[in-house]
């Protein structure tokens, strides 16, 4: 990771980090939360604790890609491939090392995917379905507060899965909206 300011809108990040401001629209609040205690740390430069963050964020994604495909396949080795192979990509790489909010982005995304797939497998456990709808339903919260033109796009997904769901999700609609908020 540089420890210094680079191209794209790092300049921009590191700067809302550390007078918790807005960097340009959507303003990205849950990200500029992370990184403005990023730089309350005492160590390396201030772009470095911010690009720090990308970084966790990026291993973190991997981390949850990982455990999907394992919850899919059942096979470690297809799951570390798949960790292995997201977090060696160029492109991910490239946003994982400088203050961006994509990396937030894609771990927040593929939680929710993760999420729904605890929910899937619960089967008929109404119980267990309820708190992870309530959990999805704030993460995917955390997530609008992220970069909300991204997940609303990645919402259609979300919409298509639990369709089949939609009394149960209709029932809680009350106490997910407040997990949501």
Not at 102 to 123: A, D, E, K, P
Not at 152 to 178: A, D, H, T, Y
Request: charged content about 10%.
């Amino acid at each position: 990771m540089p420890g210094f300011l680079t191209l794209e809108d790092d300049g921009f990040f590191v700067m809302s980090a550390w007078f918790i401001g807005v960097s340009h629209p959507p303003g990205y609040p849950l990200h500029t939360l992370f990184t403005h205690f990023a730089t309350l740390f005492p160590v390396g430069s201030i772009p470095s604790r911010v690009h720090f963050v990308s970084a966790v964020f990026g291993a973190l994604s991997c981390v949850v890609l990982g455990k999907i495909v394992y919850r899919l396949l059942h096979s470690r080795w297809l799951a570390v491939f798949a960790a292995v192979v997201l977090g060696t990509s160029s492109v991910f790489w490239s946003q994982a090392i400088i203050a961006e909010v994509y990396t937030l982005n894609v771990f927040l995304f593929l939680l929710l995917v993760y999420i729904s797939l605890i929910f899937f497998q619960l089967g008929r456990n109404i119980n267990g379905k309820k708190r992870t709808l309530l959990l999805f339903a704030f993460v995917y919260g955390l997530s609008i507060a992220n970069h909300w033109p991204l997940i609303v796009l990645g919402s259609i997904f979300f919409l298509v899965l639990f369709f089949f769901e939609w009394r149960l999700v209709f029932k809680q609609l009350p106490q997910l909206l407040l997990a949501f908020s």
